[in-house]
């Protein structure tokens, strides 16, 4: 495990801490539900949303009275911080964070996803539900599934050529990768619509989600083409897209990667710890939360899923006690050693390839 900030810190030899009977989890989340903090935050989400889509309008019109500078690439640099915003907006609403009615949850993540970020939310769903029911399990998590990165020594045996190079150095890599990641979401979210192993989805929605990633894709060329030459366009568009990538890779990044992985053939944990031992919290601020549009508090959140974002800062000190009673650790850091972290645990998978 890496080094970081643990609640009720156990030494190297100690036995782990003992089972209660019954669920671990029931108290928790009966003093949560005590607490109100499940209860949505219409109002909050409201004025995010809101203010959201405000800056992304203005930062179009500064597109529209400055586009034909190369000073308007500064543009891309906002641009990539609201349209993750609306990233984090489509995540939580894809979670019943923002309404219990689905029908209104699944508006608001089509707008923010589908249409402001060319990102098909039917795919993301798929993914990202069976990455919450079993975080970090080689098996049947898809954010730790061997592809250009791995994160097993098992994964990694055997990689030649290309492959095996990335993995050899994918500690220097990850970041520089990341700035492909909007790219490659657009990408995938395309390729769902047509899959047969995606997600399940009637004709009718096929064509709105479908309609609306096209709407994206064909409003962002208008936007860029009729607003500035098209080799400012063209530099603007990849700008955009990598600061966008790099930003969300920032966010996702320190979350799980190096944190516990459970054995395939071993103990089946309960919700608790499997949420738990998984998820890396960092060190909060008003700047930190914003930033990372409150990923920060991965253990509560995927203990929670369906908390609204701003209550999962209130969550934390019953969640940090609960585990403490239980001898579990909490694992909490800063935002740099998160990232220390996990590299350290990218580099350490590639170690067996660069000494061979």
């Keep these: 495990m890496p080094t970081a900030t643990l609640t009720a810190p156990q030494p190297a030899n100690a036995p782990a801490p003992a089972r209660r009977t019954g669920s671990e989890f029931s108290p928790l989340l009966r003093l949560i539900k005590e607490q109100g903090l499940l209860e949505r935050r219409r109002g909050w989400y409201a004025r995010t949303i809101t203010v959201n889509l405000l800056a992304l309008a203005a930062t179009a019109t500064g597109l529209v009275l400055w586009g034909s500078s190369w000073w308007a690439l500064l543009l891309a640099v906002p641009l990539s911080v609201f349209c993750a915003r609306a990233a984090f907006i489509g995540h939580d609403a894809g979670h019943s964070q923002i309404s219990a009615d689905r029908r209104t949850g699944r508006l608001v993540q089509l707008v923010h996803a589908n249409l402001l970020l060319g990102m ?133 990044a320190p979350n799980h990667k190096g944190m516990e992985m459970p054995d395939p053939d071993g103990e089946n944990w309960g919700h608790l710890r499997r949420q738990v031992l998984t998820s890396r919290n960092v060190r909060c601020g008003a700047l930190t939360d914003w930033f990372l549009g409150g990923l920060n508090y991965q253990i509560e959140h995927h203990l929670f899923p369906s908390m609204p974002r701003p209550h999962l800062r209130l969550a934390q000190p019953a969640v940090r006690a609960h585990c403490q009673a239980l001898g579990l650790p909490y694992t909490e850091t800063g935002l740099v050693d998160s990232y220390r972290q996990a590299l350290g645990h990218l580099r350490e998978v590639g170690e067996p390839l660069r000494e061979a």
């Design 120 to 252: 098909d939310a039917a795919w993301w769903n798929h993914k990202h539900d069976r990455h919450h029911a079993n975080p970090n399990h080689v098996d049947k998590d898809p954010d730790v599934a061997a592809d250009v990165l791995v994160f097993t020594q098992r994964q990694a045996a055997g990689r030649t050529g290309l492959r095996g190079w990335l993995t050899r150095h994918q500690a220097w890599l990850f970041f520089p990768l990341t700035t492909l990641e909007a790219l490659a979401l657009k990408v995938y979210g395309f390729q769902a619509l047509f899959a047969k192993d995606g997600p399940r989805r009637t004709p009718s929605a096929r064509v709105v989600e479908g309609g609306l990633l096209l709407a994206h894709v064909t409003g962002y060329a208008t936007l860029l083409l009729a607003t500035m030459p098209l080799a400012h366009a063209v530099v603007f568009a990849l700008l955009h897209q990598m600061l966008l990538g790099l930003h969300l890779g920032m966010a996702f």
